[in-house]
């Protein structure tokens, strides 16, 4: 069963190695999945950190 696979580990070695790129657009298609047709992210509880 998927509740007792307990692959978190497996999980985040998968995600750190990809690349920032692929993240952020599997973030994207994410979010985008749960918005309305027409709906746009609300953008402002977001924070921009300067590298």
């Not at 985040?12 to 190695?17: A, N, T, V």
């Amino acid at each position: 069963m998927m509740k007792d696979a307990n692959d978190e580990q497996y999980d985040l070695e998968y995600w750190l190695s990809r690349t920032v790129k692929e993240r952020a657009a599997a973030i994207t298609y994410i979010v985008s999945q749960s918005l309305r047709k027409g709906q746009r992210l609300d953008k402002t509880k977001l924070i921009k950190i300067k590298m």
